[in-house]
Nanobody, 125 residues
Framework: QVQLVESGGGLVQAGGSLRLSCAAS????????MGWFRQAPGKERDFVAA????????RYADSVKGRFTLSKDNAKNMVYLQMNSLKPEDTAVYYC??????????????????WGKGTLVTVSS
């Protein structure tokens, strides 16, 4: 099994920044991606960003491009999401996810196999 633990959520004013962290432990895979999804109240879970562990290629949702940046620490099996210029519409529970893949990063949450419990990000106007 895989365990994913998020941290770093909180309350921030619009225009501010937060950094989310996700620590992965347990089963390992040769090829996989780690990413972030978010779910606002009453809405579906949406793709935010993801990175392939081998090679480091990343993908971002259009809504966060230029504001959010993914990074990873191979030695610590951690992935980070730096969120800048936050907007009230970024308010959501943010989930870390892991997908054992051999192809392209999949934007659909149902394609991802492992999930953390989520961390709440609230952006006030």
């Amino acid at each position: 099994q895989v365990q994913l633990v998020e941290s770093g959520g909180g309350l921030v004013q619009a225009g501010g920044s937060l950094r989310l962290s996700c620590a992965a432990s347990g089963r390992t895979f040769k090829n996989y991606a780690m990413g972030w999804f978010r779910q606002a109240p009453g809405k579906e879970r949406d793709f935010v960003a993801a990175i392939r562990w081998s090679g480091g290629s990343s993908r971002y949702a259009d809504s966060v491009k230029g504001r959010f940046t993914l990074s990873k620490d191979n030695a610590k099996n951690m992935v980070y999401l730096q969120m800048n210029s936050l907007k009230p519409e970024d308010t959501a529970v943010y989930y870390c996810a892991l997908d054992p893949i051999t192809g392209n990063i999949d934007y659909a949450p149902e394609a991802w196999d492992y999930w953390g419990k989520g961390t709440l990000v609230t952006v006030s106007s």
